[in-house]
């Protein structure tokens, strides 16, 4: 569900900033699955909207499978390495940033 896939990417950026994407967007610039869905975020905090994932169903796929995994109670890097393992052979993956041990999961 596109609707619910942006929605996740707003609401939960710190799981999705460290979930590789490999739709091949990693040739726009994308750093991972968060940057199909926005650009960024205001200094308020609202998010910079992208349309990349209108026409990108692998990236829906991405976002949902980390969020149903995350309601799960799966730890970020456990996520991670479940969508590389589904989706390694697929292409070549974003230069995607590690998890900060530090960040809190939620």
Known sequence: DLHGAYAYAARHPEVLRHIPCYCGCVRDGHRGNLNCFVTGFSADGAPIWT???FSC???VHIAR??????????????????????????????????????????
Do not use: K
Request: aromatic share 4%.
């Open 51 to 53: 349309d990349h994932s």
């Open 57 to 59: 169903p692998m990236c």
């Open 65 to 106: 499978e980390a969020m149903l995994m995350s309601l799960q109670g799966l730890s970020v890097d456990r996520i991670r390495e479940e969508i590389d393992a589904h989706y390694g052979y697929e292409g070549t993956p974003t230069d995607t940033p590690r998890a900060n041990h530090a960040e809190i999961h939620r």
